[in-house]
């Protein structure tokens, strides 16, 4: 069985569809997101009077002239993985000065994006007998769970071990071990071993499974990232990298051995590591620049077969 | 209030504040190492009439333009990579493999070498003599196995370095950045207020002591062995921009790499990031030019340029052909000027300190090279073990093996100078400057092959007014004109002497011949590519405006370098042993390339996928 591992897309429609389309392109049966779907950003477009709209993408100030540049626009903005909105001066005051606003924002074009997502692949995968599950990441608000569990062809996995196959079950948990962020699914590292090891139990042969866990193993490679000062600037303009994955998920994978970790998180930290038998992959992610990174993953019943990291 | 606010932020992980400038410009500064690079290939520069001063200073400013391209491929597409993978997205995997694995993994075999010369000739050798082992001094330069264990403990020191991790050799290069820079000032100190009478005397009075070397004039004697060997140089002050034209192929030894390790970019942020990574890269250019010409002005007033360039005529001479030679070690500037302190305790001191721009640099060796070795395993171009990492040590000791064992073999040719190895010192940079090529031709094509990508990305409205669009392009056809005329040219002078050569030494001048043609090839096909935008109306971005510039540059520098009429750098068609080794390394890539596409097809790993771009419907 041939599988398709992509993760951290972080609200690229770009990058989703691409994640949709690869069933095809590398011809694989299942297709797997790894955690992160929602994006990080809200890009005003503000209009300014006579069909002309100021944007500031990248810190690079523009103005609009017409629809067809303000659809050019939006396009460009969700490729990047951001949310356009196209608003006023006076709401941008209003948004800005009132605590919570913005988060009201995030929530209605996060699920609204996502479920823009729902409906493209449920029209994309439609009688082609490709599966497709996510796990929705650290970085991901709650209420998209709901979204995603309305689609026909999209199933969420969080806490849950579902059958690949015959011979493969995958455990699946999209929370992280704590980052300097406090974001929305992360926890320190007992109460993350207590949730991991609580969807283990559910497995029935963990020696043959995939342990599809958002943070990379501690240590692994996988989990380096720019070491950070205390007001989160990189250290030394980013040359010193550190471990930042879990601990709980070197445990786990350690204790286990499955035959297969997947893992994301760690943009930076693309690459595989072999403990012992089991795998580990984590295939990085480039999805400002809507590039999809991934791995094909063939699975035979007892242990990895192939398997290839593309830049799609 | 509403008019600053361009953005909303949610709380998400990745999302960080901007980095320092300065951070990233000791970095680029220890890349384009004045005191190691830089004073080793100044070293070389005995045969030129041209002004070292000028040389540093125009091949300073084609840099700038590489610095641009490097700043734009990084904000357009950060974390790919590097060369790697612009080129395979761009030009095509086989390219983008062949080209990468060579020049930021093959030649860095022959990198090792070099820098082990630069430890023994800037470190061991004045250390040992400065704490009184004048034979060990001599050892370590004066014999092959001197040299030799100068670059096995090269291996040492990068390995203790990729053990530690880049956590604590950031820390180290920053130590290294900052004592480093207290140990250049104190020579400043001491050429400024020092004079060339004291100088003298303390070099008369310091080789016999701390060499156990016999008195006599070392400063007149070297001089005339100087001018015995042959030496040429420009005055310091003139410009003489013809004849420092053929220094410029020597000068990128050293300032060819500030980009050597940029790749740093913050999501969410765009245009400052672009700015900071072209700032740490172009104030490294700036302030390296500015303190060699500080250097060059000190050693011209308290040493005499005429000592300086003549001391290295001889040194390199007596190497090489077995001339006299007064002063038997390398002669470095640095000791030179602790001669102007008869204090044994201060010239250990300031060598000491000064070799810290060795030790802060010495990790980038194999650094990069791990790096792309691992990359080519993740695109399973290579065995899966070369990317294992030893549990105890946690350091990837295969993809080290890879490095160190090549490494050890070329160092022995080179220390015992087997089959002219030791001749071959420029092939570490043209390689290198082939890959640059490579990436550069890619960035001059990326807005139109991937359009989207660069759309999307900060550096989209840098673009240059129509204008200036049409100068730089039609200044690249002239010089694509004049490039195809300079390598007929040449390649007419060369085969005027075809019956003269042997067998081998035509078949390098008949690959040289080739290699030129497709080089015409590719100059017309740029040329006609950038008119045809122009023509189209479309407006010429800045990264390929700089592109365009510095792509003619390098190929200049190729040109010269592979045809060589006057036999300056000593690394094209007349010398076999670098031709050859250039084409091992080329056809070494290309047997893995085509080897492991074979294999993995084989395996059912359709390996031309991993940089095709998923259709989306």
């Given at each position: 069985m041939k599988k398709f591992f992509a993760t951290d897309v972080h609200g690229s429609e770009i990058c989703w569809k691409k994640f949709i389309n690869a069933g095809k392109f590398y011809e694989v049966s299942v297709l797997i997101l790894g955690g992160d779907m929602t994006g990080k950003a809200i890009v005003p477009i503000i209009a300014q009077g006579n069909e002309r709209f100021k944007v500031t993408l990248l810190e690079q100030e523009s103005f609009l002239e017409g629809?067809?540049?303000?659809?050019?626009?939006?396009?460009?903005?969700?490729?990047?993985?951001?949310?356009?909105?196209?608003?006023?001066?006076?709401?941008?005051?209003?948004?800005?000065?009132?605590?919570?606003?913005?988060?009201?924002?995030?929530?209605?074009?996060?699920?609204?994006?996502?479920?823009?997502?729902?409906?493209?692949?449920?029209?994309?995968?439609?009688?082609?007998?490709?599966?497709?599950?996510?796990?929705?990441?650290?970085?991901?608000?709650?209420?998209?769970?709901?979204?995603?569990?309305?689609?026909?062809?999209?199933?969420?996995?969080?806490?849950?071990?579902?059958?690949?196959?015959?011979?493969?079950?995958?455990v699946s948990s999209g929370w992280s071990?704590?980052?300097?962020?406090?974001?929305?699914?992360?926890?320190?590292?007992?109460?993350?071993?207590?949730?991991?090891?609580?969807?283990?139990?559910?497995?029935?042969?963990?020696?043959?499974?995939?342990?599809?866990?958002?943070?990379?193993?501690y240590g692994s490679g996988l989990d380096e990232a720019p070491e950070l000062t205390k007001d989160l600037r990189p250290a030394y303009a980013g040359r010193s990298l550190v471990p930042v994955g879990s601990k709980s998920v070197l445990a786990v994978l350690e204790k286990y051995q499955p035959l297969l970790g997947l893992h994301g998180h760690i943009h930076e930290g693309k690459g595989t590591r072999k403990y012992k038998k089991t795998l580990c992959i984590n295939p990085g992610s480039m999805y400002e620049q809507g590039i999809l990174h991934g791995a094909v993953i063939e699975l035979k019943p007892n242990k990895v077969g192939n398997y290839v990291l593309t830049t799609g | 209030m509403s008019k600053d606010v361009s953005l909303f932020v949610r709380k998400a992980s990745g999302l960080v504040r901007a980095w320092s400038v300065f951070d990233a410009f000791i970095y680029a500064t220890f890349s384009i190492n004045l005191i190691t690079l830089g004073l080793f290939i100044f070293s070389y520069c005995w045969y030129f009439e041209g002004s070292l001063g000028t040389a540093v200073i125009v091949g300073g400013a084609f840099t700038i333009f590489e610095v641009i391209v490097y700043a734009s491929l990084i904000s357009a597409m950060p974390r790919a990579g590097g060369d790697y993978v612009w080129q395979s997205r761009i030009l095509g995997r086989g390219?983008?493999?062949?080209?990468?694995?060579?020049?930021?993994?093959?030649?860095?075999?022959?990198?090792?070498?070099?820098?082990?010369?630069?430890?023994?000739?800037?470190?061991?050798?004045?250390?040992?003599?400065?704490?009184?082992?004048?034979?060990?001094?001599?050892?370590?330069?004066?014999?092959?196995?001197?040299?030799?264990?100068?670059?096995?403990?090269?291996?040492?020191?990068?390995?203790?370095?990729?053990?530690?991790?880049?956590?604590?050799?950031?820390?180290?290069?920053?130590?290294?950045?900052?004592?480093?820079?207290?140990?250049?000032?104190?020579?400043?100190?001491?050429?400024l207020f020092g004079n060339k009478e004291a100088f003298?005397?303390?070099?008369?009075?310091?080789?016999?002591?701390?060499?156990?070397?016999?008195?006599?004039?070392?400063?007149?004697?070297?001089?005339?062995?100087?001018?015995?060997?042959?030496?040429?140089?420009?005055?310091?002050?003139?410009?003489?921009?013809?004849?420092?034209?053929?220094?410029?192929?020597?000068?990128?030894?050293?300032?060819?790499?500030?980009?050597?390790?940029?790749?740093?970019?913050?999501?969410?942020?765009?245009?400052?990031?672009?700015?900071?990574?072209?700032?740490?890269?172009?104030?490294?250019?700036?302030?390296?030019?500015?303190?060699?010409?500080?250097?060059?002005?000190?050693?011209?007033?308290?040493?005499?340029?005429?000592?300086?360039?003549?001391?290295?005529?001889?040194?390199?001479?007596?190497?090489?052909?077995?001339?006299?030679?007064?002063?038997?070690?390398?002669?470095?500037?640095?000791?030179?000027?602790?001669?102007?302190?008869?204090?044994?305790?201060?010239?250990?001191?300031?060598?000491?300190?000064?070799?810290m721009w060795w030790f802060g640099w010495s990790g980038t060796v194999f650094l990069s090279s791990t790096r792309v070795i691992f990359a080519a395993a993740l695109d399973r171009m290579l065995p899966e073990w070369v990317s294992k990492i030893q549990p105890g040590t946690k350091t990837p000791v295969n993809a080290l093996l890879l490095m160190v064992v090549p490494s050890v073999i070329i160092s022995i040719l080179y220390a015992y100078n087997i089959v002219g190895f030791r001749s071959i010192v420029l092939d570490a940079t043209l390689v290198i400057a082939i890959t640059f090529f490579g990436t550069t031709l890619a960035a001059i094509l990326l807005p139109w092959r991937q359009k989207k990508i660069f759309d999307g990305s900060p550096i989209a409205p840098y673009t240059m007014p129509a204008w200036v669009s049409w100068i730089v392009t039609v200044l690249f056809a002239v010089t694509s004109a004049y490039l195809i005329y300079l390598m007929f040219s040449y390649a007419g002078q060369v085969t005027a002497q075809w019956a003269d050569q042997t067998g081998l030494t035509q078949l390098m001048i008949g690959i040289v011949g080739l290699l030129s043609v497709l080089n015409a090839g590719l100059l017309i096909y740029v040329t006609v590519f950038a008119l045809r935008k122009l023509l189209a109306g479309d407006k010429i971005p800045l990264m390929v405006g700089a592109g365009l510039v510095f792509f003619a540059f390098l190929d200049w520098l190729l040109v010269v370098w592979f045809w060589d009429p006057g036999y300056l750098y000593g690394i094209g068609w007349q010398n076999s042993t670098s031709m050859l080794f250039m084409l091992i390394m080329y056809g070494l890539a290309a047997a893995i390339y085509f080897g492991f596409s074979a294999y993995r097809k084989n395996q059912g790993i359709d390996v031309d996928k991993v940089y095709q771009e998923i259709p989306v419907e």
């Open positions: 629809k067809d540049a303000v659809d050019q626009m939006v396009r460009t903005i969700q490729d990047r993985g951001y949310y356009p909105y196209l608003t006023t001066p006076e709401e941008v005051a209003e948004i800005a000065s009132t605590p919570g606003r913005s988060d009201e924002l995030f929530l209605e074009h996060v699920t609204s994006t996502v479920e823009r997502w729902m409906n493209y692949a449920d029209q994309k995968l439609d009688g082609t007998g490709i599966r497709c599950y996510v796990c929705p990441g650290n970085d991901d608000i709650f209420e998209i769970d709901e979204v995603i569990s309305a689609s026909k062809s999209v199933r969420s996995v969080e806490g849950q071990v579902i059958e690949l196959d015959d011979h493969h079950e995958m071990n704590p980052t300097p962020w406090e974001t929305h699914r992360e926890e320190p590292e007992p109460a993350l071993l207590s949730r991991i090891e609580a969807v283990i139990g559910k497995a029935k042969n963990t020696s043959t499974a995939v342990f599809n866990l958002h943070p990379p193993p | 390219v983008g493999f062949l080209l990468s694995v060579t020049g930021w993994w093959f030649i860095l075999w022959l990198w090792v070498p070099l820098y082990g010369q630069m430890l023994t000739y800037e470190f061991l050798t004045p250390m040992a003599a400065v704490l009184g082992a004048p034979e060990t001094a001599l050892w370590f330069t004066g014999t092959s196995e001197g040299l030799l264990v100068g670059m096995l403990l090269v291996c040492l020191v990068v390995f203790i370095y990729i053990a530690i991790g880049m956590k604590w050799y950031a820390r180290v290069q920053k130590f290294c950045f900052y004592v480093g820079m207290v140990g250049l000032l104190m020579v400043f100190a001491l050429l003298i005397a303390g070099l008369n009075a310091n080789l016999p002591a701390l060499y156990n070397l016999p008195q006599m004039d070392y400063y007149s004697a070297t001089i005339e062995a100087g001018q015995a060997a042959g030496t040429l140089f420009g005055p310091l002050g003139t410009v003489a921009l013809g004849a420092s034209m053929a220094l410029i192929p020597m000068m990128v030894f050293f300032n060819l790499w500030p980009n050597w390790g940029s790749t740093l970019y913050g999501e969410v942020r765009g245009a400052s990031d672009y700015k900071r990574n072209f700032w740490g890269m172009a104030w490294a250019i700036i302030v390296t030019a500015l303190l060699a010409l500080i250097f060059f002005a000190l050693i011209n007033k308290t040493l005499g340029w005429d000592f300086y360039i003549n001391a290295n005529g001889a040194f390199w001479s007596n190497v090489f052909y077995g001339t006299d030679v007064p002063i038997p070690v390398w002669p470095y500037p640095v000791q030179f000027a602790t001669f102007l302190t008869s204090s044994r305790l201060l010239q250990g001191l300031i060598i000491f300190l000064v070799g």
